[in-house]
Nanobody, 122 residues
């Protein structure tokens, strides 16, 4: 059974940086496309960024140039480096894994972590 565990969330001031981590267990990381989603209160879960099996990445327009998704296959870890944070980045951030399907839709992901809270103060 594949399990995802996020860590690294917290409170940060606007303009600051934070790195989230996602530990993957139960299977090899490179078997999956790994994505980050976020969900703010009373809003739908939204795509943030993805790293494909081949290593390429793609991002939502709202975070492009500020966020970077990376992975360490030897450690089975995926990261989301966030910089120039804004109050509107405040949300619970989720790590997700898929073997196929659209990268943009949460329903196309087979595995999810429990989420980690990121709060950006103004």
């Amino acid at each position: 059974q594949v399990q995802l565990v996020e860590s690294g969330g917290g409170l940060v001031q606007a303009g600051g940086s934070l790195r989230l981590s996602c530990l993957v267990s139960g299977d090899t990381l490179n078997n999956y496309a790994m994505a980050w989603f976020r969900q703010a209160p009373e809003k739908a879960r939204e795509f943030v960024g993805i790293i494909w099996n081949g290593g390429g990445t793609s991002y939502a327009d709202s975070v492009k140039g500020r966020f970077t998704v990376s992975r360490d296959s030897a450690k089975n870890m995926v990261y989301l480096q966030m910089s120039s944070l804004k109050p509107e980045d405040t949300a619970v951030y989720y790590c997700a894994a898929q073997t196929n399907g659209s990268p943009w839709f949460p329903s196309d992901y087979q595995y999810w972590g429990q989420g980690t809270q990121v709060t950006v103060s103004s």
